[in-house]
């Protein structure tokens, strides 16, 4: 296993709610970056997390924000969910750093649902 | 035209087969490039890295052509666990993974 932890598993939400999904590190990782994929799709960069600031955004709504805690874990914000934001929710965690390869590491996700 | 293209499948091949997947990506400005494997309703997995020089591991054997701008995954001598969706992965600055489609493979015995 990676050692990334994502919780909840599952979450039911109503449209106009608001979600916080929660993801964990592995040890010794600095980095988290959050995916949304859709069902048949593959992962889609939602933004990424280093230092506990922003380093990066894929095409995604201010809706969408974020926090990375001083221990490396981060959290998911999405408000006024819409019926389009359901969908798997994974975190990536990764060690960024000069000659290091960057290679990600996936918790086992967030399914959520907007009804 | 999208980031990464993946044929989408499904391949469906005899155990013991060899099967190839290509992958093509735009920019080539590309720095890392991986495949990952993932399984219905769980998380992708990291299969491996590819490098310029091509790599192998095990019965996967990995390829990359940056003046093409390809990528490929061979897997020779399929077991039924092969069975999965392979995503072809490219980062692009700030640690950004780029992911394909995803080619779905599934090996019948």
């Known amino acids: 296993e990676t050692g990334v932890t994502q919780s909840p598993t599952h979450l039911i939400k109503t449209r106009g709610q608001q979600v916080t999904l929660r993801c964990s590190s592995q040890?010794?990782?600095?980095?988290v970056s959050w995916y949304q994929q859709a069902l048949g799709q593959g992962p889609q960069f939602i933004f990424q997390y280093y230092r506990e600031e922003e380093n990066g955004r894929g095409n995604f709504p201010p809706r969408f924000s974020g926090l990375q805690f001083p221990n490396y874990s981060s959290e998911l914000n999405v408000n006024a969910l819409e019926l389009d934001d359901s969908a798997l929710y994974l975190c990536?965690?990764?060690?960024?750093?000069?000659?290091?390869?960057?290679?990600?590491?996936f918790g086992p996700g967030t399914r959520l649902t907007v009804t | 035209r999208k980031e990464v293209e993946q044929d989408p499948g499904p391949f469906n091949v005899p155990e013991g087969a060899t099967v190839a997947f290509n992958c093509t990506y735009s920019n080539s400005a590309s720095q890392s490039f991986f495949w990952y494997r993932q399984d219905c309703r769980k998380e992708p997995k990291l299969l491996m890295s590819?490098?310029?020089s091509g790599n192998e591991d095990g019965r996967f054997t990995a390829q990359l052509n940056r003046a093409s701008q390809y990528i490929s995954l061979l897997i020779r001598d399929s077991k039924l666990s092969d069975s999965a969706t392979y995503l072809c992965v490219v980062i692009q600055g700030a640690q950004k993974l780029v992911f394909g489609q995803g080619t779905r493979l599934t090996i019948n015995p």
């Open positions: 990536a965690s990764s060690l960024a750093g000069q000659g290091v390869r960057n290679e990600q590491y």
């Open positions: 590819v490098y310029s």
């Open positions: 040890s010794g990782h600095n980095t």
